[in-house]
């Protein structure tokens, strides 16, 4: 069953789609006014999706029922990691994709995006689709299960583009973790432009002119 989502779309007869991942215990509705700043006018209309994750409870925080793409166990995120959850969001995520290749936007043409777990989730599954995409945007999250993303890649994965931005003071997601996933893609021969951030765990207007920019080069015609 599909995940309830928003649109937003910037004129009719899209030729690209941007699919957001929100964070934890967010909604579709978060990163809707950031897309509403984007201009990509110059590629055409595009198509913004933002699906709502399912709400399940959440260990870290108390067992409280929230949105969220997969249970977190504690602050540490990688060293107990909810595979289970993970995998099943993967899931969820290929369906979505799967979805606008179905209404006329091909793979290529499809960014996947994503916020802190929204993040996690964007390189979880995007490295792991089946067909190239045409770039993955990573915002103030990290790398879930690494250790298989050698193995489990798609082999059309490696040439994808990779944006990564997070902040220097981000105390939900320490900047370690982020460098620490840039360094594993690196190392496995994906193309990464990384930016960092005077911020916390948030999304700042450098941050939104530099998506901007990258979004314009990986989506031209």
């Known amino acids: 069953m599909a995940l309830d989502t928003l649109e937003l779309q910037s004129g009719d007869h899209p030729v690209a789609s941007v699919i957001v991942l929100h964070g934890l215990g967010a909604d579709g509705n978060d990163f809707v006014p950031i897309a509403q700043e ?49 995998r099943a969001s993967v899931t969820e995520v290929q369906v979505l994709l799967d979805r606008e290749a179905d209404r006329g936007i091909l793979p290529e043409r499809t960014v996947l995006m994503g916020f802190s777990q929204g993040c996690a989730m964007t390189l979880l599954a995007g490295l792991r689709a089946p067909q190239r995409l045409a770039g993955l945007v990573c915002l103030s999250g990290y790398l879930p299960l690494a250790a298989t993303t050698a193995s489990e890649r798609s082999a059309t994965s490696q040439s994808v583009p990779v944006f990564m931005a997070h902040g220097r003071f981000d105390p939900v997601v320490p900047l370690a973790r982020g460098t620490a996933s840039r360094d594993a893609l690196l190392a496995l021969g994906h193309s990464v432009e990384w930016h960092d951030y005077p911020m916390q765990h948030s999304v700042c207007q450098e941050e939104i002119e530099d998506l901007n920019a990258w979004l314009l080069k990986v989506l031209a015609a």
Do not use: C, K
Request: net charge negative; hydrophobic share 45%.
């Open 38 to 86: 984007l201009d990509l006018s110059a590629i055409g209309p595009v198509r913004f999706v933002f699906p709502h994750a399912p709400i399940r409870p959440v260990t870290v925080n108390g067992g409280m029922q929230m949105r969220a793409w997969y249970d977190i166990f504690g602050a540490d995120l990688v060293r107990r990691e909810d595979e289970t959850g993970l």
